[in-house]
């Protein structure tokens, strides 16, 4: 501990090439925690409590995009253990713009049953019966709601793009979940549709399965799926959040992606440390040749070399995780905005992301500086006040 | 008879040079009294900076004997050696080596840093060493602030700062004014004369040299000339053995 002052002094020498150093660790390391926290995200387990658990999706093996029949949802909601199952299907259109900053999520539903399978879902304005006797209507998301200053009984008007047919539906409710950011989608009756586009009837994107319990939740993919095993619409039911991972997941392996991007950031990191903490020591070979004249010894030389080293990762490092930290509440919401917004809500501060930062920041300085530590506490005394600086 | 301070037997220092193996010292024997001021000259290549080395313990030797105050260091391992420079040797520098981010006063505190003496007592020792180059109004000053001479004289204090009995100075005055190399010179000597040091210089300096109180020539590695000052003359004694041995020193 004696000794920190030196290794702290040695850290700000160079100024400018320390503020550099840094900043290549603080930036590299936000990303890294960003693209740790969504993979941690994806993964994050169904919440405890029932109300939301046990939800299953059922969409075509082949792809999100090729729909299934809609008869498929009554004969799963037959199955013993399902609670109830409904119809899902993506109508996406326009609404004001196609701007990313006015997309949400808009699906045809069957209301009676999206209301037994949603069961987490909490109306806080209008009503369920409302929305169930008028035919037009619609149910929002309180946070769309208020971004958009919408009131009950208001027309809004879906241009349609993957189908053509313009619809205009009345608020009829508006919802909330439980998990923050994840309220911003309309779901208006299939009926509806069908209706103004007959061609639509028939057939439905997903099927949202409601599982009476955990062993039902964990038996009942398999049985959906060797139901429809050898009809011209075979399945692919997985979990809730398996699926929205798997939604993602249509764009590549993500996570592998996201790992590997991780790994580059940081071995670039790794690579500016390095080099400035040779950098460090090649302009030092004489003033460490004059502590080990005075008795420092070859231990001990190497422990400040490499302790500046940590000093400067570690400084990098921690910042990284403050601005992390900072900017996290700002990040969310930029997600809950974007098409993967759906995740937003498991979107926070992971201890386990922080201490993976933490860790990242340790074995850069560590794997940085202990080259450059050998090398200082190895070279001969004599050799090194041969040096000119 | 008393044990000599240092006792060098049958030294020698050879390097290694891809296939070729050159021969520094050949066999030098050396002593040198405790309380000694010892100028040691000779031509570039001669073999004095590796004596020097050798002598302070930061070089090993290829072959032969080095004690210093009664313990062998030829054979002392790694740590222990890096212990006994702590405890037992100065050093000072013809560039004067300061370490550019410490201050004066941080400067002088770095080999009191291996110790276990408190922060207190360290701070009394290097006001000592201070007080005694007289920088202790410097203490606060980086070396940048300083004067050729002022650096020399922290270098000295750093080398006095734990308070070792031998003070080993490579050409102390070499990178100094004549004005500035004086002041060096009368340190060295009040740190002869009046702490009991004993000094091993290397000087290409007659001037220097004459400082001391006796003057060793190496020439290739062997030990030519051994002259000693006599009585209480020792500055006109040793300019004479300079003036004699004139022909030795190359001058720039």
């Known amino acids: ?389 | 008879m008393a044990e000599p301070f240092i006792r060098i037997e049958n030294l020698v220092k050879a390097y290694q040079r891809d296939t070729q193996s050159l021969t520094v010292l050949s066999g030098l024997n050396l002593v040198v009294d405790e309380g000694e001021f010892l100028a040691l000259m000779g031509p570039s290549g001669s073999g004095k900076t590796t004596l020097l080395n050798l002598v302070a313990g930061i070089d090993r030797p290829t072959s032969g004997r080095i004690a210093v105050g009664g313990q062998e260091i030829h054979g002392m391992g790694e740590a222990a050696l890096a212990k006994w420079r702590s405890r037992n040797v100065g050093f000072i520098f013809q560039l004067y080596n300061l370490v550019p981010v410490l201050t004066a006063f941080e400067n002088v505190e770095l080999p009191l840093l291996l110790t276990d003496l408190s922060r207190a007592r360290r701070r009394k020792q290097v006001e000592l060493a201070l007080s005694i180059v007289g920088l202790t109004d410097r203490m606060d000053h980086y070396p940048r602030q300083l004067s050729g001479g002022q650096e020399q004289r922290v270098a000295i204090a750093r080398a006095i700062a734990t308070d070792p009995k031998l003070l080993v100075a490579d050409e102390p005055t070499g990178d100094l004014d004549a004005r500035s190399g004086e002041e060096i010179l009368v340190l060295l000597e009040r740190l002869n004369d009046e702490f009991k040091k004993t000094v091993v210089m290397v000087t290409h300096d007659p001037r220097a040299a004459a400082r001391a109180h006796r003057l060793v020539h190496l020439d290739k590695g062997v030990l030519k000339e051994d002259i000693r000052a006599e009585g209480g003359k020792k500055e006109v004694g040793m300019a004479a053995a300079i003036a004699a041995s004139a022909g030795f020193e190359p001058r720039p």
Request: with cysteine.
């Open chain 1, 1 to 389: 501990m004696r000794l920190f002052p030196l290794v702290l002094k040695n850290v700000f020498r160079k100024k400018t090439r320390t503020a550099l150093t840094i900043a290549s660790t603080v930036l590299p390391l936000l990303v890294i925690c960003l693209l740790a926290t969504f993979v941690r995200a994806l993964e994050r387990p169904d919440p405890a409590a029932t109300r939301g658990m046990f939800r299953l999706v059922t969409r075509h093996q082949v792809s999100l995009a090729v729909p299934i029949p809609v008869t498929y949802a009554d004969r799963i909601a037959r199955l013993p253990g399902v609670v109830a199952a409904t119809k899902f299907t993506w109508f996406g259109g326009v609404y004001v713009d196609k701007s990313a900053k006015n997309f949400f999520p808009r699906f045809a539903v069957e209301p009676e049953t999206f209301l037994r399978v949603f069961d987490d879902a909490r109306i806080l304005e209008g009503s369920n019966e409302e929305w169930l006797a008028d035919r037009t209507g619609c149910v929002v998301g309180v946070e769309s709601y208020r971004k958009y200053g919408w009131r009950l009984g208001q027309k809004v008007t879906l241009v349609g793009d993957i189908y053509p047919v313009n619809l205009e539906l009345t608020i009829r409710g508006v919802y909330d979940l439980p998990e923050k950011g994840t309220a911003r989608a309309i779901f208006f009756n299939r009926t509806y549709l069908e209706e103004a586009l007959p061609s639509s009837a028939g057939q439905t994107g997903t099927v949202y399965v409601k599982a009476a319990d955990a062993a039902a939740a964990g038996r009942l993919p398999k049985e959906i799926d060797a139901l429809f095993e050898n009809s011209p619409a075979p399945t692919k039911t997985e979990s809730e959040k398996a699926f929205q991972t798997g939604f993602i997941e249509q764009l590549g392996n993500v996570k592998l992606l996201i790992g590997a991007i991780g790994f580059v950031i940081g071995l670039v990191v790794l690579l500016i440390s390095a080099n400035t903490m040779a950098l460090a020591a090649r302009e030092r070979v004489t003033e460490i040749a004059v502590l080990r004249t005075l008795g420092y010894t070859k231990r001990t030389v190497f422990g400040l070399v490499l302790a500046e080293s940590l000093a400067l990762s570690l400084t990098g490092g921690l910042l990284g995780l403050a601005l992390f930290s900072l900017l996290e509440p700002g990040l969310k919401s930029g997600l809950s905005n974007s098409p993967a917004g759906a995740f937003a809500s498991n979107f926070k501060l992971f201890p386990e992301v922080l201490a993976l930062g933490f860790v990242i920041a340790v074995g850069v300085g560590v794997l940085a500086g202990v080259v450059p530590a050998l090398r200082s506490a190895r070279r001969p005394i004599v050799e090194g006040l041969r040096q000119v600086a």
